[in-house]
């Protein structure tokens, strides 16, 4: 009996200074990268969010989720052409966890100031 693939989640977090079609093509050629070894089983765009630090003086990217099944080896390959990729800022390949959730994080809204004195009152 033949063990069955791993599943895996890829997220995307492509430059918005990138023209939306090299962002489009990116994507397209993860995909194509992804069924040429293994089986692409869904594609999220979750589009333009907040980054949670700056990276690179950018403070929001495009992401995607990507999730497929394959060989391990698959993972090497996809994240060696997504490193030399321009318009990437960053990505990560991780394993399925079964019961994991696949919706994009909540939207977070406006922070209050912090308190800076024992009172807990802000200036």
């Avoid at 063990?3 to 990138?18: C, E, S």
């Avoid at 093509?25 to 979750?46: H, N, P, Y």
């Avoid at 991780?94 to 800076?116: E, M």
């Amino acid at each position: 009996m033949a063990a069955a693939k791993p599943i895996y989640d890829l997220i995307l977090l492509l430059d918005l200074g990138v023209e939306d079609g090299q962002r489009a093509k990116i994507v397209a050629d993860t995909r194509a990268a992804i069924s040429a070894e293994g089986e692409l089983l869904g594609d999220q765009a979750w589009g333009t969010r907040a980054l949670a630090y700056e990276i690179d003086h950018r403070d929001s990217a495009d992401y995607h989720l990507l999730q497929f099944s394959g060989p391990p080896t698959l993972i090497g390959a996809i994240e060696h052409t997504l490193r030399i990729t321009d318009g990437v800022i960053r990505h990560l390949a991780v394993k399925r966890v079964k019961g994991g959730q696949t919706k994009p994080p909540a939207t977070v809204g406006a922070v209050s100031a912090v308190a800076d004195d024992a009172s807990g009152t802000a200036e």
